[in-house]
């Protein structure tokens, strides 16, 4: 019914362009991340500055697939587009768990599908960087590889070692380790992104948050559980925003995970 297409990389600036339409905050080296690593879908009409509607599908080792850039523009709305991309994203991943983290907007067209709610968190905006504690963090070295990524599998329950090592070469500054947990971020359209941050306790994720901002000098957007309640009043008690809520949906089983520990997850784009 529609003319939904793989994308090619000179499709990544008018994709670009649609996140950017909605205010999202991904930049050109997210989708081309996506394309490289993963399958990303298009619907190109040549209209405006931007493609009319776009999905990205990610898979995170064998058994998770993470579908995001669900994106319509205004212009073509509720014609069945979102559904379309979620059809063909069914299609290509079936057997494995599929999961996406949903705005309310997305929820309403999820849901119907079949995702089922797991958990839910929101987008926090932190204006400054806090006193740091206690805890030793020092930058990450070639070395520390191994253990941040044992530690993000443990925590996420699936391996993404290019996305990480992704994030550690587009923001070498904030790729900081603690003992017990790591910190890594990327570069945004309008903010700086620190994500993903697995700690072994609050005051850990606490001190690897505040030395990562202190890096990048200037605020931040961060994605927070609802479930890390004790690091969101600390985060609220130093000036932090609650901006939106995303809620995590998945068909099919999550992988088995300790979730406390990921206190701050790579984004709703990547899980
Ligand atoms: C959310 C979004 C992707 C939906 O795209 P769309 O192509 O308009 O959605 P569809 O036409 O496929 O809608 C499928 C069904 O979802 C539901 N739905 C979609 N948008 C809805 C809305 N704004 N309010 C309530 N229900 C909605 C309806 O049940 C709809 O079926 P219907 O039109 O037959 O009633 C689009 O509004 C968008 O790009 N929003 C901004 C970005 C965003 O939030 N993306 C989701 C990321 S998780």
Redesign the pocket.
Known sequence: MFDIRAAVPEDLPRAAALSAA?G?NQVQADWAFFQEHGQVRVLEDGAGDALA?SAALLPHGPDLAWI???????D???????????RWAMDARSGLTLA???????????G?IGFVPVSGFARWLLPEARTQGAVAVRPMQATDWPDVLAQDLAAFGAPRAALLQSFARRLPQAALVAPGGFVLARDGLRTPQIGPLVAQDTPTALALLAAAQAALAGPIVLDVPDEAMAFCAELAASGGVKQRP?TRMAIGAMPAAQTRNNFVLAG?EFG
Do not use: I, K
Not at 68 to 74: F, I
Not at 76 to 86: E, H, I, M, P
Not at 100 to 110: C, F, K, N, S
């Open positions: 909605v999202w509607a995001s850039m669900v994106l319509v523009r205004p073509q709305r509720r014609r069945g587009l979102a559904r379309a991309l979620l996406l983290d949903a705005t309310p907007a997305g929820r309403e067209v999820y119907p995303f709703p």
